[in-house]
Each structure stands twice: as structure tokens, then as C-alpha cells.
């Protein structure tokens, strides 16, 4: 059974940073792409970042490139988002997801395991 658990969330001023991680048990991040996605109130979920195996390719939407960075610790089996100069469009709720595909896509069908989710409250 495939299990991602995200955690690193929390409060930060504008201009602050959190680095959330996601946790994987019955898959193996490093075979496929993960993504994080976001969900603020109201809106729709958006793709922020996907990455495919330890050395792998890393994509970003064009709202936090240059900000964030996604990486793999393979020997922990663990997706990383660093997040940096946060805004307060950047409150939401954050979401790792984990494709059965090497291609890495902003495409939510794309993804077929979800965590349940961290919240990132950027404040003015």
C-alpha cells in the first residue's frame, strides 16, 4: 500500500522560508516523477513542482521558479520542497503526489497517490 505523508508546514512572515518533506512507503520516489501541488480556499488545485529519480530533470510553474526547489533523498525515500522568499499568494494547503509515470506532468490525472496535505500560511 502506498503511503505519502507530508509535514513541514506552518506560519511565516512574507519574505520567510519552509522546507516541507514527504515521506513515501510502498513506492520507490526514485523510479518515478513526484509532484507537490497546492490548494488555496476557493481555487482549484495547481501543479508547483515535479521531479523524476535522485539526479533527475526538475520542473517548476512559472509562479514559484526561482523560489522553490524540489530534491530526493533516495536513501530516504523522501521529496523535498524548499521554499523561499514566500509570498502570501503562496498560502494554501500543500499536496506531495507520486505518478506511475517517468514522464513528469502538471497534469493532476497524472498522479495516482496523494498525502493528505500540509498548510503553508504566509502572512503580511
Known amino acids: 500500500q502506498v503511503q505519502l505523508v507530508e509535514s513541514g508546514g506552518g506560519s511565516v512572515e512574507v519574505g520567510g522560508s519552509l522546507r516541507l518533506s514527504c515521506a513515501a512507503s510502498g513506492y520507490t520516489i526514485s523510479r518515478k516523477c513526484m509532484g507537490w501541488f497546492r490548494q488555496a480556499p476557493g481555487k482549484e488545485r495547481e501543479w508547483v513542482a515535479a521531479?523524476?529519480?535522485?539526479?533527475?530533470?526538475?520542473v517548476y510553474s512559472d509562479s514559484v521558479k526561482g523560489r522553490f526547489t524540489i530534491s530526493q533523498d533516495v536513501a530516504k525515500n523522501t521529496v523535498y520542497l524548499q521554499m523561499n522568499t514566500l509570498k502570501p499568494e503562496d498560502t494554501a494547503m500543500y499536496y506531495c503526489?507520486?505518478?506511475?509515470?517517468?514522464?513528469?506532468?502538471?497534469?493532476?490525472?497524472?498522479?495516482?497517490?496523494w498525502g493528505q496535505g500540509t498548510q503553508v500560511t504566509v502572512s503580511s
Open positions: 503526489a507520486a505518478s506511475l509515470s517517468v514522464y513528469c506532468s502538471a497534469a493532476i490525472d497524472d498522479y495516482a497517490y
Open positions: 521531479v523524476y529519480g535522485a539526479g533527475g530533470s526538475r
